[in-house]
């Protein structure tokens, strides 16, 4: 397939959308952004990228560095780790606090801020010091993209717990019921670290191999996990990856795929490639508006789809 | 792939399973099944069929049965029809009011009881008897499963109304918000007529050719739907199949699929085969315990997944 | 007190709020009403009434039939009632199904339209027919309001009919649970029926004077209800006779009162009085906007409260 | 009457009552307390007292204490105060998070945890330092209790603290929508300064007379509110006092009152007295079970009550 017109194509289509959506405005970091922005990388198993659009442009991943921390707190406990979050699409807003206090604590899933927050407090059992905790992370996220150069925006960090209130309320609710184990401030500030990590779509995409080849990296041969838990990585993704839109983006995309309000997607399609995308303005689930779109393009262009 | 002894290997595996789980009970006919049967029937794109167990006995297909109704309600209406109802996950038990109520009327996905339920009313939009609409339901699975005996338990049908109050709850509450055209109890009694059809597991994996096809029946070159369409279904299928469990089926099984509180569950393998199984003891979801089982033994013994 | 002037006072001082608010518009029989009305009635214990405005007006008294039904099912079954109702203010819209599905189908209390309808079931297990189940509270109101004239707008119950799936919706919920005896079509229409019923405000104030008195009419002499069980609606209609309003009702006004959608509104003052107020147009809450406002003037005008 | 004889009684009869119920058990400090204690506490507007059982036995006042405060930020604030909180009764736990989230930061009355740790933090808009805020409310209830000595116990204030972590998450939802100004974990530790208030029921009763005399100590003619605000309190004791429970409370006592999970509850007759129980057992609703039918005796032979 000739995927670099097939990007060309999908940029050219995307542009009248330019304009539509809104970029996430709940700190002066993110709201500030340019939002007639975009970039698309797809990385195959050798290793080939295509790109098209400002893919060497750092972005804040957010929501999309939860893929990551599961990843890494599956490595840590397996299956024990569903004990303390579930893996059912939540079927409400990202942050509520609903649906946490009526199941006593214990989050629908590792993507909602709920259960991410719990992923990073397991984490942190291992390296109960903030510092730490984030450099663990940050140095897994840099060996699955193969790239050292990755790090936090520290003003985003900073800013986000300036105005976390709504993730500490999170934080306190499930400490109530037990399911929180480190100090609430210095968990919600590893998880804010986290969210801050700034990538571009090559990265992204780059770190999705293992995704889709199963848990092994296809260019090294490294093992991250087993193939059951990169299947079952997959499988949340794609029931629970884009919060109260995951239905919607299935039904349209057709592929596992996480978001952040940084704009920017990562997609697996399973044996074949991974893909990211990034345009800053979002839709009104708080997911990609261009970026969406660019996917849906993607999947009907291409015909890869895993239905 | 010997697919005759990786059937036989699992209804071996399943067998200390027989005994656990709970037979549906609110109505007579259901509770008075023998909960220690099981059958599975995966059906190949050339027609060729493997069972095991008692794959030729009928039993009331139910939810599976919403399926069917969404695919004939997408040919009549297309695109339209999500102006009635959603896409997306429930995170709520399949009968629940709440979500219905604060999101005025309009059912979360087509495989809740509600949205079934506007399903049969736009069917009853065209045939606004009930005998005639059920008849063009009825009609439509004979195609798509091969076999013209397929037909309801007409006890099963009338016990269902006599125990419906939760489903006439659910009618009544999305006529007051104008999404039900049609009389209730019709709209109601068509509901529970086409949940009263009969099928074994043979016929049902038959009938799931279509969407493991794009839309086009492999056998006969029959095409239903459109690949869009189908693949769409099948996304459906996968976050929404099983209610509030439908998370932990994606993430165990790995595959679209559709459960029924008679204890069957249907799915796709796309590109390859349909499949159905049966067991009628039920786990705390809803959904047949051993059928669920087997399913996940199927995938992880033949490494089909779509992830 | 110089009641005539206090109520003419009242009734200039009320002016400048005519044409705020809005009257009820979901069935046609009261959408067409004329708004800019006014009536106000206060009732003594020797009988004495004081009257400003449209006292002899009828009008639709929806809700306050409510209290009627409750205190006559209390004469039926006592204590016993309360195995079917609470006696809880709801914290949510009248009509809300909600909490009805969490707390298994037994309403908040006798005043959300959930309550009311289980209170007609109540009466209609000693007259399952509709017919004279409606007798049975008619007669029971012209007995406690001295007017053998009192009956229904049978134009107003059958379009509440025809609009009334809501509450359709509310009597199957509580059938599924079990809390609905006779038949749902029959119960629903009694209850549109005493909904129907009109009254005037000298009918209305005049019929409160059993409940300013301990259960015991103080003209007649008539013991309708025990002290007890007459303090305790009094209780009710304090803590729940406004809906979502309750509290703002008792903050306000400071007297057990009870509203309805017509635009009445009925208060108590024990040992003293009986007060009956009407003005169509409602506020957000679905009480008289006018009828709360006048109400509020008399008790501070004339230092009447229970507080 | 003979109220010495009328509390003996009392004593007597709730005597069959002790053992059952359970103290509160979230911290040790108040876990370890004798459950079979009782004592209750009438106080006359001329000073007279009347008691029976431990009334001089000191106990935690808890939630009674948001009551003063409640007063207290009324006097600084008046009718402004309701732009932060409601007088709605909530329907929900008194520590719930769901309605505070659905209705946007707003606490739906000032008993409920999340509406009296606004309360707290509309005070420290005066006093942001967390010590001379508790002193401020610490001396007014001195004032009004006519009792130099009333002080925290600081083992009690410590405790709630280290186990406060889902009031923690009600300030931090309520900060994240706006409704908190200051530091929140001052406020929350002032909130659970006055929570650890100690009083005895004579202390307590005699602290009633200013709301049974609309807002005018009685004894010393001190002004604290006015007239309107006073009845008003009583209102919304009657509507929310006693959390989940102020309905049964309002149907079964008939008086304004306010529970604390201590044990204490205190009530108001309007122009007669103020009332102070105390048995640290508490119901399912988390109200003194002993005390609670006490004030219920006392109204029943007293034949006292607002209905």
Redesign the interface.
């Known amino acids: 397939m000739d995927y670099n017109a097939i990007l060309q194509e999908i940029a050219e289509e995307v542009k009248p959308l330019m304009g539509q959506g809104k970029v996430a405005d709940y700190i002066p970091a993110l709201a500030n952004i340019n939002p007639n922005q975009f970039a698309m990388t797809i990385t195959l198993f050798d290793g080939t990228q295509y790109s098209v659009g400002s893919a060497d442009t750092l972005f804040s991943i957010q929501s999309i560095s939860k893929l990551y921390t599961f990843t890494l707190a599956l490595k840590h406990y397996g299956y024990e780790l569903y004990k303390r979050i579930?893996?059912?699409?939540?079927?409400?807003p990202f942050n509520?606090?609903?649906?946490l206090?009526?199941e006593h604590g214990i989050p629908?899933?590792p993507f909602i801020n709920a259960g991410a927050i719990v992923v990073t407090d397991a984490l942190m059992d291992h390296h109960p010091q903030s510092d730490i905790a984030y450099n663990e992370i940050r140095d897994f996220i840099r060996l699955i993209a193969d790239e050292t150069t990755i790090d936090r925006d520290e003003i985003v960090a900073r800013s986000e717990m300036e105005h976390g209130?709504?993730n500490?309320?999170?934080?306190?609710?499930m400490?109530?019921f037990g399911n929180i184990n480190n100090d609430?401030l210095d968990v919600v500030q590893t998880y804010f670290n986290h969210c801050a990590i700034e990538m571009n779509t090559k990265m992204l995409s780059r770190s999705m191999l293992y995704l889709a080849n199963h848990g092994t990296d296809p260019i090294n041969g490294e093992v991250y996990i087993t193939p059951?838990q990169?299947?079952?990585i997959?499988?949340?993704m794609?029931?629970?990856g884009h919060y109260?839109?995951?239905?919607?983006f299935?039904?349209?995309v057709?592929l596992?795929g996480k978001s952040g309000v940084g704009g920017g997607i990562v997609a697996v399609i399973?044996k074949q490639m991974g893909i990211a995308v990034w345009s800053p303005a979002l839709n009104g689930q708080g997911n990609s508006l261009v970026g969406t779109h660019a996917l849906e393009l993607f999947t009907?262009k291409t015909g890869l789809?895993?239905?």
Chains 1, 2, 3, 4 share one sequence.
């Open positions: 579930g893996r059912e699409p939540s079927g409400n509520s606090l609903v649906q206090e009526y629908r899933n209130y709504r500490l309320a999170l934080a306190n609710l400490k109530s609430i059951q990169a299947k079952r997959n499988a949340v794609l029931t629970c109260d839109a995951s239905g919607d299935a039904f349209h057709g596992p399973p009907t789809s895993i239905f």
